[in-house]
């Protein structure tokens, strides 16, 4: 899920700078590896999908309208039969989400057996209500989240490391301490300092090499398969 706040300058310093989360080597990986087979005619869903249509053959749905959703409707209610998708994905949504178990268990029925579905969840992130903002999940929370909803857990890994986690962090404090200073200097200076500080994101895949790599990763990505 996406929101994009404003036009113009600001909303491209925020998809070049700092909502990048569909653009990390993880991410894409197994985006390719997950879309691919949606080639054949066969169907997936796009749960929370924001402002951008992913993939063509991708159903997608939100809470809000917007020229690239097919359906609005609650991600824990899915207005769709069982088994009616070989593929679901949902990227950076479960945190808007009250009851992200319930969302899961959802995106689980309406998956085919063998089907597959990709969870892409934020770790470190700032508070962001778009609607609401109520969970951040840790690789075992990912993990949890696939086995109450039955599904069998293929892998979670950071989907983007430490040095997004650190860009986030600071970015927050230094736009926090200059909207302390002047209220209305907050945005600016966020979105100021996310290109300044833009370059420790560059240093994801080099701290992913280190053995605690997972304590400040910025998020986590989770693949689950539906049993046959």
């Known amino acids: ?22 653009n990390s080597g993880p991410v894409v990986r197994a985006l390719d590896s997950l879309l691919e087979p949606l080639a054949t005619g066969q169907r997936g869903l796009n749960v929370g999908a924001g402002e951008r249509r992913a993939h063509p053959a991708l159903i997608a749905i939100d809470v809000a309208r917007s ?15 069982d088994r009616a998708f070989s593929v679901v994905l949902s990227q ?21 057996h063998t089907g597959r579905l990709l969870l892409q969840t934020p770790f470190v ?13 840790t690789a075992a929370g990912v993990r949890g989240l696939f086995e109450q909803a039955g599904l069998k857990c293929e892998r979670v890994e950071p989907a983007y490391g430490a040095g ?9 404090f230094g ?7 002047f209220g209305p200097a907050y945005r ?3 979105g ?30 989770g693949i689950g398969t539906k049993p046959a």
């Open 1 to 22: 899920m996406e929101r994009s706040e404003g036009g113009g300058l600001g909303l491209w310093v925020s998809r070049r700078f700092w909502s990048t989360y569909r």
């Open 67 to 81: 020229s690239a959703i097919d359906c609005v409707a609650d991600a824990r209610r899915l207005p769709f039969q």
């Open 92 to 112: 950076e949504t479960l945190e808007h989400v009250a009851d992200p178990f319930m969302a899961v268990r959802e995106m689980g029925r309406v998956l085919k």
């Open 125 to 137: 992130l700032g508070y962001h209500p778009n609607p609401e903002d109520y969970w951040r999940f």
């Open 164 to 172: 997004t986690g650190l860009h986030r962090i600071l970015v927050e």
């Open 175 to 181: 736009a926090g301490l200059a909207g302390r200073v």
């Open 188 to 190: 600016p200076a966020k």
């Open 192 to 221: 100021f300092l996310a290109i300044v500080l833009f370059p420790l994101k560059w240093l994801d895949g080099w701290l992913s090499k280190s053995g605690p790599s997972d304590r400040i990763a910025g998020g986590f990505l």
